[in-house]
């Protein structure tokens, strides 16, 4: 009787997940038998055995099994997760199991008490006593049903720890006007061994100048070294254990438990302009602009999007996938582009360490869906044509010419698909045939576009279109982007090279507005490169290590050149700095969040990450400088948790005496010591929010309630 229902539901359960027309097509062809079997199965079940159960019970109760109580359990998974992961697996099923029930029960019993309700109590034999036994039940029910209505969880499931105030500041009141302005500049994996035979050679001016002119020095690490957990040890000046962001999992803005530089300068009214710095999505609120950097959060299974629309949140390397395709009778190569595997694998990355799997949705995955939904296609195909040496992507449904080529280089140009309709995620892809029965799928991370963004990743907002308008399309970095081996270098350098390129146009142009105190920008590439390739500049690794791949020469080289690529593009985007900076105002710092080194292992052809990085300062309060001699401006051992004491006592902002790191009072002048008595504080306290401060105070704003006397009362420096 009620048999629409499940056909009804995995139409607006393939709505929620924006699954299209084709797709839903296939998962109807799976859902809908299992859907309607279980139906049956029921309603014999009730016709057998409970057969005084009223339909006005089973329609609420059908209901209650294929759209509520899916996303009960999902609720009932996510809000008891820290209960519930202990348990074993085995244990698992059943508690979800009935808690379905138990939820499709209560919606049944919440139909069957208003059907009560409105059409039996009156012909009852007590028509009170059964309403109110009726209403009873309903409440119990609806106090059953609560975690329906708790936060979801599942809509982001990796925030797991709450910050509340990162979008608030409060006011406080400046002690001293900066004298100094601050600019930031990190360097991701920078390292000496890589940068002073590059200045010996000439090949970094500009980084030449600075270290002739300033005082530098390793800069040590802190183990593990994941870039996103370090960059916010050096701008909170507190270790991973205190500033929460421990793993890739949890790096997010919200999750930081302690201000950062641009918290801290934003409460003072300091204008911040931070760029692409790992951990900071979501973007905050602050006094000044932001764009956010990687990591993005796990799409899977949330409100942002739908099941493949973007990556999930892993270490992972970009993905290669291999596809088997076996050429037919007549020498053509004919298949399908699968992209399943890719994601089949990133998705359960994605849900790792999660206790709920989408389990129908990932069966679905696995067995049906992989092919490619293009911008402008429906289903992609790839034909090989050996004659030509050409492999043509086609379009299976409609007409429509090829939409990638081989080129020369075994690769096909890169094309861009979308993962099916209602998402804004785009990828894009190319193939590489190594030869005809091997042909390897490459495809890069998703991307957004830059304009309208799924995901806000500026403060504020319209940023992300004065960014679009300004520079075409601003690639959003929403993982890590980097390669596993060296073979897939050439298909990714382009695409880091012109993220890069925006990334530092960008900056320039911010740099340039001048409207900030605080100027931060995060330089990515080198790690990028350094990863795939420093084992081929070392010269560990030669050529043949790269195997017999198309275009071997070309590979290798554009290898061992592209470190040097990386750092020479950081000294030019150093060189627009210095352009214009003025040294009686202007500080710069320069620093990297680890170094590099060679991995070790004789498998391991990776480069990898090594505690002894590097820190420089330069401006007019650095004390022993030796102009002729950049060697010679080589400075002791510091550590990455200096970074924001230091970054502070130079913007003449109390130094919070909770911090652990050391001043670098060997490296400022008497006369700047003198002039700029250390001002403290106790904590900048830890990031919670506090009462009627939600509003976003501008610096224009701050200064004219400064002038009105209104803020003498609502100062908040804890100590001094
Ligand atoms: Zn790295």
């Known amino acids: 009787m009620f048999f629409l229902i499940p056909l009804i539901s995995i139409g607006a359960w393939a709505k929620y997940y924006s699954i299209d027309e084709s797709s839903l097509i296939n998962l109807l062809k799976i859902m809908a038998p299992v859907c309607l079997g279980i139906y049956i199965i029921g309603e014999f079940l009730f016709w057998a055995l409970l057969s005084r159960v009223k339909p006005s019970f089973r329609f609420g109760f059908w209901w209650g099994v294929f759209i509520l109580a899916p996303y009960?359990?999902?609720q009932v998974s996510y809000n008891a997760g820290p209960l519930l992961r202990p348990l074993p697996a085995i244990t698992l099923y059943p508690i979800y199991l009935i808690s379905g029930l138990v939820s499709a029960t209560a919606l049944g019993l919440i139909t069957w008490c208003i059907w009560g309700l409105l059409f039996d109590a009156k012909n009852a034999g007590s028509p009170l006593k059964m309403a109110l036994s009726r209403l009873l039940i309903l409440l119990i029910c609806l106090a059953v049903l609560i975690p329906t209505f708790a936060k979801n969880r599942a809509a982001q499931p990796d925030l797991v720890r709450k910050r509340t105030s990162y979008r608030a500041f409060v006011p406080r009141q400046l002690e001293r006007q900066p004298s100094h302005r601050m600019i930031v500049l990190g360097l991701d994996g920078g390292d000496?061994?890589?940068?002073?035979p590059l200045v010996d050679q000439g090949k970094l001016p500009n980084m030449k100048k600075l270290m002739s002119e300033g005082r530098w020095g390793t800069l040590e690490s802190q183990t593990p070294m994941r870039s996103p957990s370090l960059w916010t040890s050096i701008f909170t000046g507190q270790p991973a254990k205190k500033h929460g962001i421990e793993d890739w999992l949890v790096s997010y803005s919200k999750n930081r438990l302690v201000k950062a530089m641009w918290n801290i300068c934003s409460e003072f009214g300091l204008r911040s302009t931070i760029i692409n710095i790992p951990a900071t999505f979501p973007p905050e609120e602050i006094a000044g602009k932001e764009i956010s950097g990687f990591p993005y959060p796990n799409l899977t299974l949330n409100t942002y999007g739908w099941l493949l629309s973007t990556q999930p949140l892993t270490t992972s390397l970009t993905p290669f996938s291999q596809l088997s395709a076996k050429m037919d009778a007549n020498g053509n190569l004919d298949g399908t582009i699968y992209v399943r595997d890719v994601l089949i694998e990133k998705y359960n990355r994605g849900m790792r360490g999660k206790i709920f799997r989408n389990m129908a949705l990932e069966y679905i995955l696995k067995t049906k869906m992989g092919e490619i939904y293009g911008r402008d296609i429906a289903v992609a195909k790839f034909k090989f044509k050996p004659k030509d040496e050409q492999i043509e992507i086609l379009p299976v449904k409609g007409e429509g010419a090829a939409f990638g080529t081989l080129g020369k280089d075994g690769w096909t140009d890169f094309f861009i698909v979308s993962l099916g309709p209602g998402t804004s995620a785009v990828a894009k892809i190319r193939v590489l045939?190594?030869?005809?029965?091997?042909?390897?799928?490459?495809?890069s991370p998703f991307f957004q576009p830059s304009d309208n963004p799924t995901y806000p990743y500026t403060f504020p907002k319209s940023l992300a279109k004065d960014i679009t308008d300004l520079f075409g399309q601003y690639i959003v970095e929403m993982s890590w982007m980097g390669v596993q081996d060296v073979i897939t270098f050439p298909a990714i350098r382009d695409l880091l090279f012109y993220m890069e390129e925006?990334?530092?146009q960008v900056g320039e142009t911010l740099y340039k507005e001048h409207e900030w105190d605080l100027f931060i920008h995060y330089?990515?590439?080198?790690?990028?490169?350094?990863?795939p390739t420093w084992n081929y500049r070392s010269g560990d690794l030669k050529k043949e290590a790269l195997g017999d791949i198309p275009n071997r020469d070309q590979v290798y080289d554009e290898a061992v050149g592209a470190i040097d690529e990386s750092y020479a593009m950081f000294d030019k985007w150093l060189g627009t700095v210095l352009s214009t900076i003025d040294p009686s105002k202007d500080m710069i710092m320069v620093m990297s969040d680890h170094g590099f080194t060679q991995g070790t292992g004789r498998e391991n052809k990776l480069g990898a990450h090594r505690l002894e990085g590097i820190y420089l300062v330069w401006g007019e309060p650095?004390?022993?400088?030796?102009?002729?001699?950049?060697?010679?401006?080589?400075?002791?051992?510091?550590?990455?948790l200096d970074i924001t004491p230091n970054m502070l006592y130079l913007m003449d902002l109390p130094v919070a005496e909770d911090l652990p790191g050391k001043l670098w009072l060997d490296l400022y002048t008497k006369e700047y010591q003198d002039a700029h008595k250390l001002l403290t504080i106790k904590t900048y306290g830890k990031e919670e929010a506090e009462k009627g401060t939600e509003q976003n105070v501008d610096r224009s704003t701050l200064e004219q309630i400064k002038g009105l006397g209104y803020l003498n009362g609502a100062t908040n420096i804890e100590g001094n």
């Open 502 to 504: 925006k990334n530092v």
């Open 192 to 196: 000496w061994d890589v940068i002073t």
């Open 72 to 74: 009960y359990i999902f």
């Open 433 to 443: 045939v190594i030869d005809k029965d091997n042909v390897t799928l490459y495809m």
């Open 523 to 531: 330089f990515g590439l080198t790690d990028r490169f350094q990863h």
């Open 622 to 640: 650095v004390t022993g400088v030796n102009h002729s001699d950049y060697k010679s401006n080589h400075a002791d051992k510091k550590s990455i």
